[in-house]
């Protein structure tokens, strides 16, 4: 991978996503295509041959977690707000730990 080609052991490469349809796709290939997903080259299954060697990790992370949506995506409200904090470093990155109330 890049980073070890730049001198960066790396210990664990996790891929985190949001999308369970895309994470289906790429741990599973064409096991998991219907008839709208079968035009994809190819090409672009090289996540998914990273997967089968163990070089690449996908780990499933909720939107509410998913922090790159702050660089990506027009946020709006608390949102906004609550990612802001983290990257500012006013808030550390466990603050956007998900709880489930049962």
């Not at 890049?2 to 891929?15: C, D, S, V």
């Not at 008839?35 to 299954?45: G, L, M, P, T, V």
């Not at 922090?67 to 550390?92: C, H, N, S, W, Y």
Request: hydrophobic share 40%.
């Amino acid at each position: 991978m890049f980073l070890e080609e730049q001198g960066y052991a790396l210990k664990k490469n996790i891929l985190h996503q949001d999308n369970q349809s895309a994470i289906r796709l790429e741990k599973n290939c064409r096991m998991t295509c219907g008839q709208k997903s079968k035009h994809i080259n190819i090409r672009f299954f090289w996540v998914t041959d990273r997967v089968k060697n163990e070089d690449l990790t996908i780990e499933y992370c909720p939107t509410e977690l998913m922090l790159a949506d702050f660089f990506t995506k027009p946020l709006q409200g608390a949102v906004f707000r609550k990612f802001r904090e983290v990257i500012m470093g006013r808030k550390p990155i466990s603050s956007l730990k998900w709880v489930i109330l049962i």
